[in-house]
């Protein structure tokens, strides 16, 4: 029984990562790597986002925002001016005058000038009222596992470990 449940996991693995006849994604520049939504004390002016350059070249996010859906659906502007991150680079973006749902539900996506959503999170809960943030593990994502978020003591502007 044991061996059956370890082939159908190999198949499993082989169906998800595909036959290589499909066109495979286009690589990530810039994720979305940590998200603090509940730190120690009152929310507001210290909720904070994490972004990261995990490109080999720079890349102008001149015009780029994050969403947020509370208190209502919203884009939080990444910069006033024009603004280009550096490969490695990250750039630490707060929610001025805001506060982010906490016990509930809070997606964030990167949207780049045109519009057109770069990354985003899943829905993220954080009742911890502390340090502990979402992070995106290891740092920038695995390429097998791009979407893999662990709760664990912030990292900003440092690496996620």
């Known amino acids: 029984m044991r061996a059956r449940h370890i082939a159908v996991l190999g198949v499993t693995l082989v169906l998800a990562l595909g036959s290589g006849a499909s066109e495979s994604p286009a690589p990530r520049t810039i994720v979305i790597n940590e998200v603090e939504l ?13 972004i990261l350059n995990v490109s ?37 973006i707060g929610y001025a005058g805001l506060r982010l749902r906490n016990d509930e539900s809070t997606a964030i996506a990167l949207v780049n000038a045109a519009g057109e959503t770069v990354d985003a999170t899943g829905v993220l809960r954080d009742t911890k009222d502390d340090a502990t943030t979402w992070q995106r593990f290891p740092d920038g994502g695995d390429p097998l596992f791009p979407d893999l978020w662990l709760f664990l003591p912030g990292t900003p502007n440092r690496t996620n470990d």
Request: a negative charge; aromatic letters at 10%.
């Open 38 to 50: 509940n730190p120690d004390g009152f929310d507001r002016d210290a909720e904070w986002v994490e």
């Open 56 to 92: 080999a070249q720079s890349v102008d996010m001149t015009g780029w925002s994050l969403t947020y859906n509370y208190p209502s659906d919203g884009l939080q502007p990444l910069s006033e001016t024009a603004i280009s991150l550096a490969p490695g680079a990250r750039l630490i």
